[in-house]
């Protein structure tokens, strides 16, 4: 494969080879966050800017040495935009969800389409539950009821004693 440069990076369906006929292809390293990154021919560097990985201000130098420059300064070509090959498009992975804590989360319900039928089936289950609800505190509510009553009673018979007494 002498004469042709296969660019890493790049999908075997966009695979991009340029043939260089015996001419030497200028190479950038690039300063990705502190570490340089390369090198990259130019075809590498118009792809990564392109594709937004890069931008004017991105730090690089020639790989046969230099100074570190910005990517306007060697190559002012790319701001123009029209030698850009077209951007690959990466599919974005979705980040994670943030946990969730159950205490958190709120639920609103904005609209419902529930047929008749079914809200129907839905009160009766409620009803049937409450139903079996009151009947199993029925004890309970009858026996309060008692002593209220009993209460009462004491106190309304005390009362009506003092009226039979001269």
Request: proline share 10%; hydrophobic share 45%; charged share 15%.
């Given at each position: 494969?002498?004469?042709?440069?296969?660019?890493?990076?790049?999908?075997?369906?966009?695979?991009?080879?340029?043939?260089?006929?015996?001419?030497?292809?200028?190479?950038?390293?690039?300063?990705?966050?502190?570490?340089?990154?390369?090198?990259?021919?130019?075809?590498?560097?118009?792809?990564?800017?392109?594709?937004?990985?890069?931008?004017?201000?991105?730090?690089?130098?020639?790989s046969?040495?230099?100074?570190?420059?910005?990517?306007?300064?060697?190559?002012?070509?790319?701001?123009?935009?029209?030698?850009?090959?077209?951007?690959?498009?990466?599919?974005?992975?979705?980040?994670?969800?943030?946990p969730?804590?159950?205490?958190?989360?709120?639920v609103?319900?904005?609209?419902?389409?529930?047929?008749?039928?079914?809200?129907?089936?839905?009160?009766?289950?409620?009803?049937?539950?409450?139903?079996?609800?009151?009947?199993?505190?029925?004890?309970?509510?009858?026996?309060?009821?008692?002593?209220?009553?009993?209460?009462?009673?004491?106190?309304?018979?005390?009362?009506?004693?003092?009226?039979?007494?001269?």
């Amino acid at each position: 494969m002498s004469g042709q440069l296969i660019l890493p990076g790049v999908s075997k369906s966009r695979l991009i080879v340029r043939r260089t006929n015996g001419r030497h292809v200028k190479t950038y390293l690039i300063k990705f966050s502190d570490h340089e990154e390369g090198p990259y021919a130019e075809a590498q560097v118009a792809q990564m800017f392109a594709d937004g990985r890069i931008d004017r201000n991105t730090p690089c130098k020639p790989s046969d040495g230099g100074e570190w420059k910005t990517i306007d300064d060697y190559l002012p070509m790319l701001k123009y935009g029209t030698q850009l090959p077209p951007a690959i498009k990466v599919p974005a992975v979705p980040p994670a969800p943030p946990p969730v804590l159950l205490s958190s989360q709120r639920v609103s319900v904005v609209d419902l389409d529930i047929p008749f039928g079914s809200l129907l089936k839905i009160m009766f289950k409620w009803m049937a539950a409450a139903l079996v609800v009151f009947c199993c505190f029925l004890p309970v509510i009858f026996v309060l009821w008692l002593i209220v009553a009993s209460i009462f009673a004491a106190l309304f018979s005390g009362a009506m004693s003092t009226f039979h007494h001269p």
